[in-house]
């Protein structure tokens, strides 16, 4: 494990930051299934910063080994912060273009937790790779600011394709992306199940 990468329990001061943002009193998710993950990355400045994430204790070591690797690579991320910061607000967050993880919520236009409530999925860069999704006979699009990024045929920053690293580290690691689903288009998010 590379110095700065690591993997630790919730602790009490952590769950604490947590009630009634990701945590809710809802949450179905236990304390104990959980893990903080401690990365560096570097970001749109090109200077190294930390960053920390929320999943599921299955998927913490794959999460771990594919934020080392992209940081190896220098891949570009702007931000990595527990979505708290933003008051769980997944909107909010995903237009400061945070990548983040856990967060119990529904899927959206659902009543099924996320993958995301079980800590088992991670949004990358979320403002260049929006969910995607017709609501009836609307084009829902989250976050919204991302909407300029929503065409995938055309050369945008920070896009996730399947030429992409991150696309093919979480793969490698046994991630599946939210950019091959039919019906909508989750390009931020990969899940391992």
């Known amino acids: 494990m590379?110095?700065?990468f690591y993997i630790s329990e919730i602790d009490d001061v952590l769950f604490a930051s947590m009630q009634g943002k990701s945590f809710k009193s809802d949450c179905t998710t236990l304390r104990e299934d959980l893990r903080l993950v401690h990365v560096?990355?570097?970001?749109?400045?090109?200077?190294t910063h930390e960053g920390e994430l929320v999943v599921n204790k299955s998927i913490a070591f794959d999460t771990l080994s594919v934020f080392e690797k992209l940081f190896e690579a220098r891949y570009p991320i702007e931000r990595i912060e527990l979505i708290d910061k933003y008051d769980a607000d997944d909107e909010a967050s995903m237009r400061a273009n945070n990548s983040?993880?856990?967060n119990f919520r529904f899927i959206s236009y659902t009543t099924t937790v996320s993958n995301h409530g079980m800590g088992l999925a991670i949004d990358i860069?979320?403002?260049y790779n929006p969910y995607v999704k017709?609501?009836?006979?609307r084009l829902s699009i989250e976050p919204l600011t991302g909407a300029p990024y929503v065409d995938r045929s055309l050369d945008t920053p920070y896009k996730i394709d399947h030429d992409d690293l991150a696309y093919k580290l979480f793969i490698e690691a046994g991630f599946t992306w939210g950019g091959d689903w039919v019906g909508r288009k989750d390009y931020q998010h990969f899940e391992k199940v």
């Open 2 to 4: 590379m110095e700065g």
């Open 40 to 47: 560096l990355h570097v970001g749109f400045d090109d200077l």
């Open 100 to 102: 983040s993880a856990f």
């Open 125 to 127: 860069n979320p403002l």
């Open 134 to 137: 017709m609501v009836g006979d």
